[in-house]
């Protein structure tokens, strides 16, 4: 069966600082891969996607990037963090090919408050 | 203005109570999920659906297209319900709109 792993869990970390979050799914091969963000009574936005290795899409300009180094393993990381990067990111995946008509599967999510 | 509305944004119910949960969306998609954010978090997927009606358990769910709208249905309802109900709609792309969503709250 398919899981997904996303760690860490919670974040505390002050302004300025690196980030790295890191996403791997076992179970399928070569899914689609996406970071969401919640912030604090919001919905979800989706952040970036990738439906292969190297293959990064990025929906919102902002200080974050992603990287996809192996095809399943997905990773979103940042310079520099702002106070505004604090909220809830998901780590999602879904089948190849049609992803719009397939089931997402979210991780557990990692709270991330910056300081 | 948000493309996929929810309503209500909140919903208390006794347990046992017959719970509906709207959502509403403005152009043609090609599908409409149903998400469920437990207290901690986590999201899970519980439908899937371009037409008609699909139930799993007590929950069930029904879109009707020409009126651009979905409803999620818990029948018996149970204080283990208790979450946020998240709708979502795709256009034929790999990007998901998502509704702010509803925060139902069941009690003993």
């Known amino acids: 069966s398919q899981t997904i792993h996303q760690w860490p869990a919670t974040l505390v970390q002050p302004v300025g600082s690196p980030l790295s979050l890191e996403c791997t799914v076992e179970?399928?091969?070569?899914?689609?891969l996406y970071w969401y963000r919640q912030a604090a009574g919001r919905g979800l936005q989706l952040l970036f996607y990738?439906?292969?290795?190297?293959?990064i899409s990025s929906e919102v300009p902002q200080n974050l990037s992603a990287s996809r180094p192996q095809d399943r393993q997905f990773i979103l990381s940042s310079k520099k963090l702002l106070l505004s990067d604090s909220g809830f990111y998901l780590c999602?995946?879904?089948?190849?090919?049609?992803?719009?008509?397939?089931?997402?599967?979210f991780g557990n999510g990692t709270r991330l408050t910056v300081t | 203005k948000n493309e996929v509305e929810q309503s209500p944004q909140n919903l208390t119910a006794q347990e046992g109570e017959f719970i509906t949960i709207n959502c509403s969306y403005s152009?043609?998609?090609?599908?409409l999920h149903w998400l469920q954010q437990h207290p901690g978090g986590g999201i899970v997927s519980l439908f899937m659906?371009?037409?008609g009606k699909k139930k799993h358990g007590r929950l069930i769910a029904t879109i009707n297209i020409q009126e651009k709208h979905s409803s999620l249905h818990i029948t018996a309802s149970h204080p283990r319900d208790s979450a946020v109900y998240i709708c979502?709609?795709?256009?034929?792309?790999?990007?998901?709109?998502f509704g702010t969503g509803t925060r139902l709250q069941v009690f003993p």
């Open positions: 999602a995946w879904s089948a190849t090919g049609s992803s719009y008509n397939s089931p997402l599967h």
């Open positions: 179970g399928t091969s070569n899914p689609n």
């Open positions: 990738s439906v292969g290795i190297g293959q």
């Open positions: 152009v043609g998609i090609s599908a």
């Open positions: 659906l371009s037409s």
């Open positions: 979502a709609v795709s256009y034929n792309t790999d990007k998901l709109i």
